[in-house]
């Protein structure tokens, strides 16, 4: 055989010489299928191929198919696979072309395996297709090897000789034969068989988008740019993970100088991308669906009814079965296939196009839509029809009739924007409205905000109807909210005790709200009988409300300050399903479970468990949380940084808490502030730095018109401050008395976790005066709930600069009560794993050199160190940087959790850290990820 024979593959196995003309080229993935990342999760589907008769891969234009074809191609050859391919176009719409190209492809993959195919079809198109068709099969059967034949593009086929053929050809398949295709449309062929026998494995746009971890592996490989992780969150975001929209966006050097401007105005500005969709897209279509998908572009989601009515077709449901068979861009939004939305870059491109059509066309499609939302009461889509054509009073309508299920739904940004796009002098005719956009605005944190907007209400006594009670009620429920949230909690009962009587006649949200500043108030009062009252409260048809979540979430903490850390786990863990699933991951409520999770879990010394969570939300501004949970997130992360050696992180973390106190004039957030940094120095050993502190924090006590409870909180944590001073400076007897008397006070109401700290304190400072059955009578108590509950950290670190009074404490509780034995030895076992570096230091473990410009030094060796760092550790570095928990990255990196944690190991060893946090610090600096 000559070597231009070899290098043909239509001359192998005796193909040459056939009468119909074949492409060779086709024969073989085409040019530029190299995959741009390597995709652990789909490359482990690859086996799956040979598990099942048919692998469906349907996508629409530029979402990767032939690539992620190519890719499984080659690793299937690799272990020893034959893989047959051909590329489709529409000049094979013919069964005996569709055959001939089926035989040459395997021919050139096993020569000689399909000779007698061959010889029938080089004899023409006179050999009934069916005759060659079952030669072929018995060849493949025959040859008992594992074969794949991989049909590419398989949407160019229509024609009903051709889907009678391949139905026929599927149904005879040998059990050794394996079928791939790949394809923009659903294929015409009966595949309930293959389901029933789970034969089919289908990979459908959701496997085969972009997610984070590609993106960042696409645009490091590509660009040579290594990119933050809010660059990728908004290059996804545009793009929905459609790979084509990635490359074209990626193109433009802006991307590269000024990425998120450019990403903002990529949909609309793009001449690539509108080319690329018109060619590949819209061209193809026929006339009339492409003036069918113009007039739907108005619509952010559209059904077969919505079609009928805003495209003018008769048979919207017949509409909808072809544009999925053409699949435009298009996915469903529920699982009875009842709603559908376009993809964000292709509503895009065609609203950019609508734009050409009069405005008068435009306008009335909005008004036409108006009209079919507000007759089915769908509310929130009709206000945004109606501002779209300048219906502005029927807009304000619709506000009012769904501000409170978009306020139930935790939709307050979005009532806050229709709110100021409406006309000053058309607010003021609609208090209803402006109350609603009150509540939103106490939602958001605009406590003063929505302070004047009440005001306002009231002094225009002429728009609120003089005899409104009922307004009055819920104007009342709002202040008390306010008051509640800005910790004057008197005036919050004033105002909302009144109204209790009212609850049944409440609509959902304001009842929510007011069973919400109750619970919070009781909850800080140490009132949990009455947090039990309310929870227990029977409401008629409870509904789906954001409000929920929280209330079950105040619930949660007050079990946790009763020292039930069982009980609040179940219920922060309940809160937090319910906030997904209604209000969103990351909405607000959500966050705040997952603070009081973690607080829990820093609590039984779950130290890499609370790092976790808490990581995944402080890219969340937390401004926008309630006091306590802001204080619980800064505190808990601070303190974990700070236990690794990281004190510039931490007090960086406290200098965030101490800003929002400012923000939000919390009195009370910054002196748990100012507590932290005295605990800090405390155990860094600088009682100097500690006693100024201190003083700052004394004078917080005399903050004008602070609430009677939160004044006490305030007193609290400058009563645990001085003794944590005193137990390193010496004894102090006006201070042990009042400390004791605190933890009776504490303990007579039922908050026993507090109490549990002092008590700790307590002990301690008996201890350093010489009283040893006073110490280990003040902690005996504690011990007993910590046993119960696996408290960790309410000992250890009172003692993390003298570990030694644990020991000996320890060692005479232990001949006191031997039953605790066990307990003390896990608490010194905790103790003694850590130790604080010299004061003035930092760490080892993820400590940083300070320069004189305000940034961090490298080393020779750390610079070596981290140049070791493997692609997928800074994949895993990336997913980090993003939020993701260690699940979440294993799911999305298609490996194991515990792969993931030993790939994190080792990232800690190389980068000379022990944390998560000073990961992300150190990874950036380094330039592993921005």
Known sequence: MKQSDIDDPLAMGGVRGWKLPLIPTKLSPPRGAAQPVERARLDARRSEILDTSLTLVIAPAGYGKTTLLAQWRAGLQAAGTAVAWVSLAEEDNSPHRLLSYIAAAFSAECPHLCDGTSEMLCAGPMVPVQAAEAVLLTELQVSERELVLVLDDYHCLGGPGVQLLMGHFLHNLPANVHLVLSSRTEPALNLTRLKVNRQLLRIGVEDIKFDLGDLGLFVRNSLNLVPSSSLLRDLHDVSEGWIAGVQLATLSPRFKSEPQLYLKEFSSKSKDLHAYLAEMVLDLLPGELETVLLRCAILDRFSAELCEVVAGVPDGKALLVELIKVNPFISALDEQGEWYRFHRLFLEFLRERLELAPTEDVMSLHRVACDWFSARSLWAEAVQHALACGENEKARDFIERCALDMLGRSRTGKLLSWGRRLPEDMLRKKPELRLAIAHAQVLMMDLRGASTMLEGLAESQADLGAGDEGFAVQQQIIRGLIFALDDHFDAALAQ?????????????????????????????????????????????????????????????????????????????????????QYAGRRSMVTIACIICVADLYYERNQLEEAEELLTSVHTVPLDLGISGIIQSGYRTMSRINQINGAKTEAWVLLDEMEAVAFKRRWPRLEANCRAQRIQSEVWSGDLSAARSELARLSCLSGHEQLDPVALRLIEDETLISRARICCVTGLNAELIENLGRRVADLEAVGVHYLGARMRMLLALLHWRAGERVAATQALLPVLALGKAQGLCRIFIDEVRHMPEALVGICNELSRVDASFKSYLDSLLAEAGAFRLPPAGQEGTAGGSRTTEEGGCGLSDLELLSSSEITEREKEILTQVANGLYNKEVARVLGISEGTVKWHLKNLYSKLSVSSRTQALKKGKLLGLIY
Not at 505 to 524: C, K
Not at 527 to 555: K, N, T
Request: hydrophobic share 40%; aromatic share 12%; net charge neutral.
């Open 496 to 580: 909302v005790l009144p109204v209790v009587e009212r609850l049944r006649g409440l609509n959902i949200t304001d009842r929510e709200m007011l069973l919400n500043t109750l619970t919070l108030v009781y909850l800080y009062q140490g009132r949990f009988d009455q947090i039990d009252a309310v929870q227990s409260w029977q409401m008629p048809d409870p509904g789906m409300h954001f409000g929920v979540a929280y209330r079950h979430l105040l619930e949660g903490l007050g079990w946790m300050w009763r020292g039930r850390l069982d009980k609040a786990e179940y219920i922060f863990n309940k809160a937090r399903q319910y906030s997904e």
